[in-house]
């Protein structure tokens, strides 16, 4: 059926979302941007909540909430509400225990769950992007040679959020002979491997969330470390649930802005009227208020098809194409309606459309 | 529960109302090109089908609610033809205003009638409050004057709901609709427009002269003006918003039969879009059609939304305009944008996808343009009344 | 040098294409396209003028004009202007008569262009495009095989304008072993040639010109068919010819729907007054004006690298991507802005929507 | 005649300039990341160095005319870096205004001073009649009192040159020019912004309270109000026709530097465009570079032409706003969409395609937005007053 009803606990779980973002996310933001870290403190906070890990099962010490990447969807866009750098610092380690609830196997589950189920926040991330500009998932170039009941990693590994802290990577890797998607999996990656060295990236946007760089040079790990086990895992699966995630991101991101953008078009006049009374801008609203409508829809549907289980490529695939192309552009105009307040950093959006553009070339930040 | 997956009950009757629209688009390019004739009001090959109205009898609680998946009957509808039916058994506009705002009575008499909805003058367009249209209780009975034009199957309805003011000093609030039957002196059908596209489509003009009609044929029956501005214009609204998002999903249709078209024909061509990859390994052409088919997607589910916020009875006037706004820029851009595709030999008229770029022109400008869309969302979400943002 | 000034000639020139537009085509426009037929009277008008053959030199029995593309863009505008139909229908004899001029040996120009140097209308049309959706010059499928000093021509040629009436086409076919544009050549084919056959197209736009499909079944034209003779010719040139020309058209047409929506937003009066007034018209008009610009400048720099002699890949590239797209979006806001009298045929504005969709796709209506 | 072809001369200055560009870079992320310090006045690789202006000197007649050769000029010069120079020689936008506006003395006088051109106040941005600064003729002083923000080179510049109101009810009549040298007591430059990009550019807010000047530093030395409408701003308006094509060929230049970075990286990984390819031969890539680079020359040769018409000295009101307008969103969105298409390791800072995207941002907000400039083309070429179109 089609229908856009939350269930009742998917809307507490929003409401409580949305509260810590209003209380703790929107001070901090524009400091920890300029600053480029994180505090631990927000970190801790966040774990409290459970925004990552709060579906881990009760059989691994988790909270056992239902598993639904539905609900991290709301989850997202409520917390890149507060602010998008700040939720993918905090959301960074549901890019990897996300996808090992959905694709690791029973042993791996209970190997690694438990760590993340604790009382402290525990940094694990997924490596996906790589070095090439013209970077596709299907031509990825990390290596994962099997070798006396080994696998070796090599490869550099761009942009992995809060790679610096992560104490286990789920590494994408091209693993034998078949072409595209179908040759890849992915591996858990303890960072203290031999062969692993970590090195922070400096970026336009999200500042806040540290990302980093990780480079694998004959990384061994066991057989035991491919996800899903001998099987390997659905690859496509593990980046839609990624992608699916920054777009949801997105949703946030855009909403801010877009409320951002009515108070100041409220508020400032120009030619003896507040600018909002001007059809330009006021049309430009509009404009941001439809496709932020649009863009959730969409991201809902793709998260919907994951839900279900449904390898969801077409409808993720539509999902970023639009609303990567939206956020990017309601950002844009965002800064354009606060004229040269927008430039400036006394103002907040500048560093929403810095998060926006950096958003939107994302596909691993964290995962649904 | 969020969900956004069609059941076997959904998908059943909208495959029938698509088999049935591959015959009907047999008849679509004739009644194109012969714009003086109407479509018949059922095709002969019709005969046996089923009505797929009558097959959402047996549905069931996971089934899509009823205002979602009339919707997407009628985005199933007009991919086969806009103007040309099976069946031509739905109503006109009217009919939707008299549902919306009629006395129970006046529905009991008007039932089954077709009843076109007469807005427009030529004098204005989407400014609704400036009708010149009157009308005067004379005795029993109102007397109509004034022209209309833009009127949907206005040659061939039973009858028109006109809009038309009781007091012009009232602006909106003075404005009241009527219902007129064909046969009353006074009341002519001046002309069949010929348009850019939905040809075969009946748009009348009219005009109403010294028009005398029954006391009791003004909607909803109260004949009180509202104190101006405390939205005596509501009841209209109202209508909006169910037609709103309903016009959009027929110029959607049009653009998904466009997208169609498009995909087979590249297809047998050797281009098709492999969803699992990205923009760095698709082609130009594989971009573009991820990106038209994104956007009617998008188009889609904001009139799904704007449908499922109004079956469920919940107050939908943004999102109304949200759907009607983005279903008529993506009407008309995507079938734009597949033309652009398909080159020298997409113009010609071998093919229907010329037809629907014509004919999902008017989805942006009938029923208020889009700017008149973006004008009522940003009103609304800047908390301006019509006097600060106009 | 960077220069943005036409000779006086060239003013001259314009001066009168736009007069006689002013004079014998916006009348006559609309019944032309809804009878879809050209009057004889209008083009006999058009071929006293010169509009496209009075650059044929003294020599071969013409006026002598300069050759000159970017004489042939202000023409182009300015006929269109008038209304791109009709423009297409006096212009096509170009399409044959400009490559040849360029391409041709001494030969061909001696026993063709006299034809077209007399005083009566006398049409040729170059024949390009073809029945494949994915259409692309490159790929071009019609065939000329050399077989016992003739060439065998085999293919089916669409949307030739003035096709019917034709007494000559320029047909680009594949010859020889060679891929992509390299491949390909130009054949002067007379229409009553063995072989061919003529039948009218049904178009969406530019109905006053009347345009068709052409097929060549085993024609056999001899040697000396091949346009520029044995050498052969620089099809890639050729085709930036007619490409440019197209665009020449889009910013007259385009220019033309500027001023009808610039009357109509100025005359049409909603919400107490006139449309123009508005910011969201206003906007959509400034965007026409900006845009009508920049296509203007891109058009001419393609013709002016194709007036020095140069291959103007790029720059015919560059101006297609963009008066293309920009013309179509001209024309569609164009509609817009007359709103339900822009979609009824007793306004002007219809008919260049639909003019506008066609012209927009088409590579070879004529040659600059 | 028509011609788009640069002559060997003006490759010639274009190369050198691009030559010293690359040298530039090389501390551009320095200045960008350490904005509390200010770029040097002339970087010591420079010192050996020709001077791209002095290269004007051989030129004839073939070559470029002089108003467009040196915008060009400007667009290679930001296609090095937009704050980061070889040398810093060339003055702000007060010396434009004082070109442009000042009597023959004024121009000897603070000839070689650099003098920035403050307008902007926290209260009004586009809107420049709303000007609160006001200046008050106290026997053979001006006095001035005011807040200026947004004040391009205000913290490095010798003087600058303040707009200011001589009587508010007079509106836009009312507001001259005033030249403000940085040693005047009352005047101080309170901080240097912080921004999104551009960040080692000088950017000042300042005040000024009682500030006394002579009363012959009023640009232009014209001290009557024009009567309400009769257009006192014109001179302004001429400044802005000479500065609104200057300031869309800056942060074009970025855009080009954008672009010409994806392009060779991209290149180096194997996608390249082939330009006698069409749209169904190209990949989506190679689709969005052509496009990108139509944009950014489009953007250039509006650029040219506004340029060109003020060197004839013929009117290019309408001109000047549409290379303001194109340049403005040309220069942003290429750069947002250089970055679209390098993906995750084009956000890093590892190179500069970020900071070019961060410092285009500007061009189509100061110098009157892009909205702004509609404006002026929408009621030039409607016929309409500010008054009937605002």
New interface residues.
């Given amino acids: 059926m089609i229908s856009f009803d939350p269930t009742e606990e998917q809307e507490l779980i929003r409401d409580s979302v949305r509260e810590f973002a209003a209380s703790e996310m929107r001070e901090i933001a524009r400091a920890c941007d300029e600053a480029e870290r994180v505090p631990d403190e927000f970190l801790e906070k966040s774990w409290e909540l459970g925004l990552a890990n709060a579906q881990i099962p009760e059989a691994y010490g988790g909270a056992g909430l239902e598993r639904s990447p539905i609900t991290n969807v709301l989850v997202a866009e409520e917390l890149a509400y507060g602010c998008a750098g700040l939720a993918a610092a905090a959301l960074a380690p549901a890019s990897l225990i996300h996808p090992l609830l959905d694709l690791g196997s029973e042993d791996q589950k209970k190997a690694h769950l438990p760590g993340f189920a604790g009382s402290g926040y525990r940094a694990g991330a997924l490596a996906l992007h790589e070095q090439h500009f013209s970077f596709e998932l299907a031509n990825l170039g990390t290596l994962a040679e099997p070798k006396n009941g080994e696998f070796r990693i090599t490869g550099t590994k761009r942009m992995v959020p809060m790679g610096e802290r992560a104490e286990l990577f789920l590494v994408v890797a091209r693993c034998g002979a078949r072409e595209g998607v179908a040759g890849l999996e992915a591996f858990l990656v303890p960072a203290d491997t031999p062969g692993v060295s970590v090195q922070r990236e400096k970026t336009m946007g999200l500042r806040a969330a540290p990302f980093a760089r990780v480079e694998f040079d004959d990384a061994r790990v066991s057989a035991e470390a491919q996800l899903g086990g001998e099987a390997g895992c659905d690859v496509a699966r593990l980046a839609n649930l990624a992608r699916t995630a920054s777009l949801a991101l997105a949703l946030g991101q855009s909403r801010a802005v877009l409320d951002f953008a009515i108070d100041y078009a409220r508020e400032r006049v120009a030619f003896g009227q507040p600018i909002g009374q001007k059809q330009a801008i006021a049309f430009m609203l509009a404009e941001m208020r439809i496709e932020l409508n649009s863009m959730r829809w969409l991201v809902w549907q793709a998260a919907s098809q994951l839900e279900r289980g449904n390898a969801s490529n077409r409808e993720t695939r539509l999902a970023q194409t639009y609303a990567n192309r939206e956020a990017m552009k309601i950002a844009d105009n965002g800064v354009q309606i606060f004229g040269g307040h927008g430039f400036i950093r006394d103002y907040p959006i500048e560093m929403w459309f810095r998060n926006a553009r950096a958003l939107t070339v994302l596909e691993g930040v964290t995962a649904l | 529960?969020?969900?956004?997956?069609?059941?076997e009950n959904?998908e059943k009757v909208l495959a029938e109302i698509r088999r049935q629209g591959l015959i009907v688009r047999e008849h679509a390019r004739y009644y194109d090109e012969h714009e003086d004739e109407f479509p018949p009001d059922s095709l002969p090959e019709g005969k046996d089908l089923p009505n797929p109205f009558s097959m959402l009898g047996g549905r069931n609680e996971?089934?899509?609610?009823m205002g979602?998946?009339v919707l997407?009957m009628a985005m199933a509808q007009s991919w086969g033809d806009y103007s040309v039916r099976i069946r031509n058994t739905i109503g006109g506009l009217g009919n939707a205003a008299l549902r919306a705002s009629g006395t129970e009575e006046q529905m009991l008499r008007w039932n089954g009638k077709t009843l076109a909805m007469a807005i427009?003058e030529p004098?204005?367009?989407?400014?609704s409050?400036?009708i010149q249209t009157t009308a005067v209780l004379d005795g029993e009975e109102w007397v109509i004057n004034g022209e209309k034009?833009?009127v949907t199957t206005g040659c061939r309805a039973d009858g028109v709901v006109v809009w038309a003011t009781l007091d012009r000093a009232a602006g909106r609030s003075g404005i009241k609709s009527f219902v007129i039957m064909k046969e009353t002196p006074g009341f002519e059908v001046t002309h069949k427009?010929?348009?850019?596209?939905i040809r075969a489509d009946d748009?009348a003009a009219m005009v109403f002269k010294d028009c005398r009609i029954p006391r009791d044929h003004l909607l909803g029956g109260n004949e009180e003006i509202p104190k101006h501005g405390s939205g005596g214009f509501r009841g209209v609204m109202k209508t909006f918003n169910m037609t709103r998002p309903s016009v959009a999903a027929t110029g959607l249709g049009m653009a998904m039969a466009a997208l169609d078209f498009?995909r087979d024909?590249?297809a047998d061509?050797?281009?098709e879009v492999d969803?699992?990859?990205?923009?760095?390994?698709?082609?130009?052409?594989?971009?573009k059609l991820?990106?038209i088919?994104?956007?009617i997607?998008?188009?889609r589910?904001?009139i799904?939304?704007a449908a499922?916020l109004a079956g469920r009875g919940e107050e939908n006037n943004?999102?109304a305009s949200?759907s009607k706004?983005?279903g008529g820029e993506v009407a008309?851009?995507a079938t734009?944008r597949c033309?652009?595709?398909?080159?020298?030999?997409?113009?010609?008229?071998?093919h229907l996808v010329?037809k629907w770029?014509?004919d999902t022109?008017?989805t942006?400008?009938?029923e208020g343009?889009?700017?008149i869309?973006?004008?009522i969302?940003?009103?609304k979400?800047?908390?301006?009344s019509s006097a600060?943002?106009?």
Same sequence: chains 1, 3.
Wanted: aromatic share 6%; proline share 1%.
């Fill in positions: 529960m969020i969900d956004f997956q069609l059941t959904d996971e089934d899509t609610p979602v998946i997407l427009t004098g204005c367009g989407s400014d409050k400036a034009i833009f427009e010929k348009k850019l596209g748009t498009t024909a590249l061509e050797g281009v969803w699992e990859r990205g923009t760095h390994s698709r082609s130009a052409i594989e971009q991820v990106e088919e994104a956007d997607e998008a188009a589910l904001a799904c939304h499922w943004v999102e949200i706004a983005k008309r851009t734009q033309l652009e595709i398909l080159g020298a030999v997409g113009i010609t008229r071998d010329e770029c014509r022109r008017i942006d400008i009938y343009t889009g700017q869309q973006r004008l969302i940003a009103r979400i800047l908390g301006y600060e943002l106009s």
